[in-house]
């Protein structure tokens, strides 16, 4: 079955500098790739999601690239702020199944 | 906008005992999950839900767990025994299979489950 890996697990960063968070996933059939906000005690929120038929995704500060041949997925955070504090999960599907399969996880801090 | 809910948010219970996790699905929404957390963990698939019936589900999901649409618009967990390790967050989701953004998966709030 898919199997989601991300790193790193825990990103501390200078408010207004960058982000970058990498996942690399097993299945080559995976064609859907979410990415997930959570704050602590808080549901999943969906961010920005990537088809496999798109290499770039941007949305305002956020942006997602996919290297279909790698089968890697990244998550760049732009002029970052201190309300990105977070955990971050990287997520992927295939086109046989319905269920998303949930990478370990990324704690960024916002540094002021 | 509308959102997934769940209830309870919190339930405490004892090792042994069954518990049913409810929730309410975005009304238009056709296909149904279950995930769960362990505290500081990844999210992890259980189960998802489709006319009425199973179409998938993970190891975890084993005969302690069931799931059920008693009516039109509540979607259930049921653990028959809980164990300490069923300790978690648990999450529903919902997602819509016409129209724009199919793929998308909308999460509930979650219900911590404790187990003593």
């Known amino acids: 079955g898919e199997n989601v890996e991300q790193h790193p697990s825990t990103l501390s960063v200078q408010e207004g500098d960058s982000a970058v968070i990498k996942c690399t996933y097993s299945d080559s059939a995976s064609n859907y790739f979410p990415w997930y906000k959570q704050e602590l005690g808080k549901r999943p929120q969906l961010i920005i999601d990537?088809?496999?038929?798109?290499g770039e995704k941007k949305d305002q500060r956020i942006a997602v690239t996919l290297n279909k041949t790698a089968k890697h997925f990244s998550l760049h955070i732009t002029e970052t702020q201190p309300e990105d504090s977070a955990v971050y999960f990287c997520a992927a599907r295939d086109s046989s199944a319905s269920k998303i399969i949930f990478g370990s996880g990324t704690r960024l801090s916002i540094r002021p | 906008e509308p959102e997934v809910t769940q209830t309870p948010s919190h339930q405490v219970t004892q090792m042994g005992q069954e518990v049913i996790l409810r929730c309410v699905p975005i009304?238009?929404?056709?296909?149904f999950y279950w995930y769960r957390q362990i505290l500081g963990q990844k999210v992890e698939f259980l189960v998802s839900?489709?006319?009425?019936?199973?179409?998938?589900k993970s190891e975890i999901f084993d005969d302690q767990f069931s799931v059920e649409r008693p009516d039109g618009s509540n979607f259930t967990l049921k653990i028959r025994s809980t164990k300490l390790e069923d300790s978690a967050m648990y999450f529903c989701?919902?997602?819509?299979?016409?129209?724009?953004?199919?793929?998308?998966?909308?999460f509930g709030p979650g219900t911590r489950l404790t187990v003593l």
């Open positions: 989701a919902s997602r819509r299979l016409a129209g724009l953004s199919t793929d998308t998966q909308y």
């Open positions: 839900f489709y006319n009425n019936e199973i179409s998938e």
């Open positions: 990537i088809r496999s038929n798109v």
């Open positions: 009304s238009n929404h056709l296909y």
